[in-house]
């Protein structure tokens, strides 16, 4: 038996097919293409495509969800069998099914079917609960989180709840561990809880006015959500805001996606943020702001919102942690969201800290769509894996920008290149700090910042102001030289040094769209965020490696320096081993 928590998911269960074929030609009756040489493969949906997932991964999993009698009943049943074992509640009306159309590899059409909704709990499925050791509500809108809302606000005191929220279901209880939102979920949600569209009785009105039932169609700007490249059975009348257009194409919802596929939002969210500035500075700014909003209305521990090709956005209500793809996937988004969830639940279920889900979760959905999404799990291929950063089918993100437009060129002057940024519609990110003895966990935090905009400012403490900071012995390398080592860098395209305390005078010359720090300040004050906001930009924390640290290195050399003074034998030697690579002799 695997050592992973048991993990039970409750929502509501879909089953999902697949047509894929070949257009060659249009009809000759109407201007439509034919689609031919059919191929038909049928998995789990919803929250069944989520604990399937979570079951691949190695650990037991209870599905709580309604289901009838129907053959479709029975597949889905089949499908799971032997996988998940099903605690079933009675379904009023027929399974919600959907059937995409696919023309070489992109979906040309969706039908959905079914309009079975969760008639009641039952009491196997409220001891489930009772005893669970940790529960991932995978929310698509038919009443299964609904009916076990006690039950479900009863585990949130005792052992995480992840909440994988839909607009036409409720919010999720007080005390979740985790909320995940899309971006434009959290739009909508914040505007109900706001009151410009309204709860009633702890759910979503429904009288807020029509909207199309698919939501932004499938594979439209996927980001960690829900398994469909929308929700599987359509977002609903009262869902996400009716100003966010959908885009057929959109890669903004799901981690690590580019054009035509999406990663970690699955899909279900319209590409852009109704009423955001363009560009990943201004929808970090929306969703930063969203994230907070969320915390407070649903006292909640945590939201992450999920930001498609910039990752996820993680909340605890002071400043959010960023945590960029690590690099980009293209491919089938389907069922990305769900990997998402799935991944992001069992790594809390394994007492991990949210910090650690969210990268694993963010790394897990992007591994999930380059290996081919929901086609190449039917396809049998194995689950997504959390790769290590930066280790990709694609391999590490370079300096390409985000936004599809030029990226910067590396120069010396770093406010010229922000303005020519700027002046493009391109996104600034500016990273700062003293980055003496620069070493792996610098490089990573500042590989992962660029990947979140167009260009990298790297803003320096000199050397006076390093001394004010560190004391009389730093910094270790002069400033010319932390300068050089920096420029170096591919993913640096400027380098500004500041002589201040902090950097925000020259913060606000280079006024960048995104101020980056590592996520070792996150219970710190940063003095420079309000400045920072104040021109409608954002600051967000990155993941920073663990056991990395200048004054840890300082230390270590000169301890190893104090042992060869002694005259302890062979520390010279084998310092100089671990410098050139040749064995100490």
Not at 184 to 210: H, I, L, N
Not at 390 to 403: I, L, R, S
Not at 410 to 436: K, N, S
Request: aromatic share 2%; glycine share 14%; charged share 20%.
């Amino acid at each position: 038996m695997s050592g992973l928590t048991p993990l039970v998911v409750v929502g509501d269960a879909l089953l999902d097919h697949d047509l894929a074929g070949r257009a060659e030609r249009l009809a000759p009756d109407a201007p439509v293409p034919v689609v031919s040489h059919l191929q038909r493969t049928t998995r789990p949906g919803g929250a069944a495509l989520a604990a399937y997932l979570a079951a691949l991964d190695g650990r037991a999993v209870t599905l709580v969800t309604a289901l009838g009698d129907s053959p479709a009943d029975a597949e889905l049943r089949a499908l799971l069998a032997g996988r998940v074992r099903l605690v079933e509640l009675p379904l009023a009306g027929s399974l919600p099914a959907k059937t995409r159309v696919m023309v070489q590899g992109r979906p040309l059409l969706r039908l959905d079917d079914g309009d079975g909704r969760a008639a009641g709990a039952t009491r196997e499925a409220e001891e489930t609960l009772a005893t669970a050791r940790a529960v991932l509500v995978s929310d698509y809108g038919r009443g299964t989180a609904d009916v076990l809302r006690a039950a479900l606000t009863a585990a949130a005191a005792r052992v995480p709840v992840v909440w994988d929220p839909h607009p036409r279901g409720g919010p999720p209880v007080r005390g979740a561990r985790l909320a995940t939102p899309s971006a434009s979920e959290a739009r909508w949600f914040v505007a109900a809880w706001q009151g410009t569209r309204g709860y009633e009785g702890g759910v979503p009105k429904r009288d807020t006015g029509p909207r199309d039932e698919d939501g932004g169609g499938p594979g439209a700007d996927p980001g960690p959500s829900h398994e469909n490249g929308t929700s599987p059975d359509g977002a609903p009348a009262d869902g996400p805001p009716p100003d966010a257009a959908p885009d057929a194409a959109g890669p903004d919802g799901v981690p690590g996606l580019s054009s035509g596929a999406a990663a970690v939002d699955g899909g279900r969210r319209p590409t852009g943020t109704a009423g955001a500035p363009e560009g990943p500075g201004g929808e970090l700014a929306v969703a930063a702001r969203d994230a907070r909003a969320l915390i407070r209305a649903w006292d909640v521990t945590s939201v992450v919102v999920t930001l498609g090709r910039h990752g996820a956005l993680l909340s605890h209500g002071e400043a959010p942690l960023l945590v960029p793809t690590p690099w980009r996937a293209e491919g089938d988004a389907c069922g990305a969201g769900d990997r998402f969830a799935a991944t992001a639940a069992g790594l809390l279920a394994d007492e991990a800290l949210p910090e650690d889900a969210v990268q694993g979760a963010v790394h897990a959905a992007t591994r999930y769509v380059a290996n081919g999404g929901a086609h190449g799990l039917t396809a049998g291929l194995a689950p997504a894996g959390v790769p290590e950063a930066g280790a990709g089918p694609a391999g590490p993100a370079g300096p390409t920008g985000v936004t599809g437009r030029p990226v910067a060129v590396r120069e010396t002057d770093a406010a010229g290149l922000a303005a020519r940024v700027r002046a493009a519609g391109g996104t600034v990110v500016a990273a700062g700090g003293c980055f003496d003895l620069l070493h792996a966990g610098h490089v990573a935090l500042l590989e992962a910042a660029r990947r979140t905009g167009d260009c990298l400012l790297v803003c320096v403490n000199s050397d006076a102001s390093v001394r004010r900071r560190k004391g009389g012995g730093r910094p270790l390398v002069p400033a010319a030289d932390r300068v050089r080592i920096l420029r170096a860098l591919e993913c640096v395209d400027a380098v500004a040094v500041f002589d201040d305390d902090t950097p925000e005078r020259l913060l606000a010359e280079l006024r960048p769209h995104i101020w980056v720090k590592g996520g070792d300040y996150a219970l710190a004050e940063l003095p420079e965020a309000a400045l920072v906001e104040s021109w409608g930009g954002q600051v967000v924390l990155l993941p920073y490696l663990d056991g990395r640290s200048t004054t840890a290195l300082a230390r270590r050399a000169a301890g190893r320096r104090d042992a060869a003074s002694a005259g302890v034998p062979g520390t010279l030697a084998r310092e100089r081993a671990e410098v050139t690579g040749c064995p100490a002799t």
